[in-house]
């Protein structure tokens, strides 16, 4: 199984923060990153924007802009979500990876990341998606669970995928199980099913009593 410092990146060495402006320039059309780390003596010192760089006089050097550099960047024992989550927050395509001496590694590229998580249970194993939502303090991961596997159900995985307005939604992938059962409990328990699904009787229900209902008015 893989893990994620598998995924660390040296196809490219860090820019110098001596370097010029212009020979940066070249880099970033070449590799075409949204940000790349730079060094100042085998030291990380922050990672170049290629949107802030074409602004910059190209005969002049890195160290000129210095104060234009963000800091961001990743451990190597960083858990892949919150890899995610700093790729998100910085708007980056690559993240500069450092040990726990602050020594720089290599980076990740968002590409591998996704990648990864391709290949986690979540995305790789078949089973169905549920979205439900509920008032936020009312809901339960705990009692989640338990309605998913009191039907014979299994999860793969779940999160939290929108939370406004006092409500939050919650997003559970499922292995076996019965899916209307699950969805019918989750409406006991006062969970609104916000995704559609063949299997859910309750729906198709009421679908065949409007059709029903359509039918008799239009006599």
Not at 21 to 45: L, N, R, T, Y
Not at 107 to 128: A, Q, S, W
Not at 185 to 192: A, D, H, L, N
């Amino acid at each position: 199984m893989n893990i994620l410092s598998d995924y660390i990146n040296n196809d490219y060495k860090p820019l110098d923060i001596h370097e010029s402006v212009a020979v940066a320039q070249d880099f970033f059309i070449d590799a075409s990153f949204s940000h790349f780390p730079v060094m100042d003596e085998g030291v990380f010192v922050g990672n170049l924007s290629s949107e802030d760089l074409e602004t910059f006089d190209f005969d002049k050097k890195i160290i000129d802009y210095k104060y234009t550099l963000e800091g961001f960047f990743a451990k190597n024992d960083s858990i892949w979500l919150d890899v995610l989550e700093d790729f998100a927050k910085n708007q980056t395509t690559i993240l500069p990876i450092l040990d726990e001496n602050n020594k720089y590694l290599g980076y990740y590229e968002i590409v591998d990341v996704i990648r990864f998580f391709n290949e986690t249970p979540f995305l790789k194993e078949p089973g169905g998606i549920i979205i439900i939502e509920k008032n936020i303090i009312e809901y339960s991961f705990s009692q989640i669970s338990q309605i998913v596997e009191g039907n014979n159900g299994r999860i793969l995985g779940l999160f939290i995928s929108d939370s406004t307005n006092g409500k939050i939604q919650i997003t559970i992938k499922i292995a076996a199980g019965g899916m209307n059962e699950i969805i019918q409990t989750f409406r006991r328990y006062e969970y609104e099913i916000i995704s559609d699904h063949q299997e859910d009787n309750y729906i198709n229900n009421l679908k065949e009593r409007s059709e029903y209902l359509d039918k008799y008015l239009n006599i």
